[in-house]
């Protein structure tokens, strides 16, 4: 196994680590708010370590652009459903919250 | 086998947690998981491409990672307003 193996090696491996702790946490958490810090986790750490190991394996080539095009997507994309995500759960259990409240002044 | 088809299998395995989370938690935990399992198919499949030696099979890879994005925005705004 050569120096550049060993790198991509290392480089794969860490990102199914860093996903595999990403899912670990979002099994572990209580709420969908302390979930969503560890899709930041997965949607940065993996997607840049996959993109690094298919440049190393191929230098600059099609394949190598398709990928790094997949992270960049990835990266501009993940911040935007995080945040997108909390708001309509913040939202949404406010309304549920008001309803209940509502609720119990009727009742 | 070699090491990017065995990353590709281990990202797959990652998807049982998510799994989990869909069946037993509330909408929006549900939500939660199936972004990060949409971004953990994304890289199984760029994976898969890469460790089959088929490059244009990361056409697939790319299309989930840009179909996602409106995808999961509509499921969040659906949660947000009339679940």
Same mark, same amino acid.
Not at chain 1, 26 to 32: E, P, Q, Y
Not at chain 2, 47 to 60: H, I, K, N, V, Y
């Given at each position: 196994m050569s120096g550049l193996d060993l790198a991509i090696a290392v480089l794969?491996? +860490?990102?199914?680590?860093?996903?595999?702790?990403?899912?670990? *946490?979002?099994?572990?958490? /209580?709420?969908?708010l302390d /979930?969503?810090? +560890?899709? *930041? %986790?997965?949607?940065?750490?993996?997607?840049?370590?996959v993109a690094v190991a298919v440049w190393l /394996?191929?230098? %600059?080539?099609?394949?190598?652009?398709?990928?790094a095009l997949i992270a960049g997507l990835i990266l501009l994309t993940g911040p935007v459903l995080t945040h997108e995500t909390a708001r309509a759960t913040v939202r949404r259990s406010e309304a549920l919250e008001r309803d209940a409240k509502g609720r119990e002044s009727r009742s | 086998m070699n090491e990017w088809l065995v990353a590709a299998? $281990?990202? =797959?395995?990652? =998807?049982i947690p998510c799994g989990v989370v869909c069946l037993r938690s509330g909408r929006?935990? &549900? =939500?939660?998981?199936?972004?990060?399992?949409?971004i953990v198919t994304v890289l199984a499949l760029a994976?898969? $491409?890469?460790? =089959?030696? &088929?490059?244009?099979?990361?056409?697939?890879a790319l299309m989930l990672a840009l179909l996602a994005f409106p995808g999961t925005l509509a499921f969040a705004t659906t949660l947000e307003r009339w679940l």
């Open positions: 794969l491996a +860490f990102a199914v680590v860093a996903e595999l702790a990403a899912a670990l *946490g979002i099994a572990l958490m /209580r709420n969908a /979930r969503l810090h +560890f899709v *930041g %986790l997965g949607s940065i750490v993996a997607p840049c370590a /394996r191929h230098g %600059l080539d099609p394949s190598s652009v398709k990928i | 299998l $281990a990202m =797959l395995a990652v =998807l929006s935990d &549900r =939500l939660v998981a199936l972004e990060l399992a949409t994976l898969l $491409a890469e460790g =089959l030696g &088929r490059p244009s099979d990361q056409d697939t």
